[in-house]
């Protein structure tokens, strides 16, 4: 069983900046691509930004591309998102995600992800 637990979540102003952790357990952390996915009051659960297992591929939502930049270190077991320039349009719930299998960059798609943190609340004010 992966357990993933994230942090860094909070309350800003818009135009700061904030960055997420999410430490992950139980399996090879390295093997395997993973993903941030948010999910904002009254919506649905959103793709945000993906990496490969490695972190040579990078893939984003048009939403924060240019805005945030995911990254990981795996001899740390933890995947990262860096948030620059909020608005409140980025208030939500982020989560961090593991697919159950290895795929070179795993899909914005919530449904190929198996493994879930509890979540962390990003409320930025305007």
């Known amino acids: 069983q992966v357990h993933l637990v994230e942090s860094g979540g909070g309350v800003v102003q818009a135009g700061n900046s904030l960055r997420l952790s999410c430490v992950g357990s139980?399996?090879?952390?390295?093997?395997?691509?993973m993903a941030w996915f948010r999910q904002a009051p009254g919506k649905e659960r959103e793709f945000v930004a993906a990496?490969?297992?490695?972190?040579?591929?990078?893939k984003y939502a048009d939403s924060v591309k240019g805005r945030f930049i995911i990254s990981r270190d795996n001899d740390k077991d933890t995947l990262y998102l860096r948030m620059d320039n909020l608005s409140p349009n980025d208030t939500a719930v982020y989560y961090c995600?593991?697919?159950?299998?290895?795929?070179?960059?795993?899909?914005?798609?919530?449904?190929?992800?198996?493994?879930w943190g509890q979540g962390t609340l990003v409320t930025v004010s305007s």
């Open positions: 990496i490969s297992s490695r972190g040579a591929t990078t």
């Open positions: 995600t593991a697919p159950r299998q290895a795929y070179i960059i795993p899909p914005p798609v919530p449904t190929a992800y198996e493994f």
């Open positions: 139980g399996r090879v952390f390295s093997s395997y691509g």
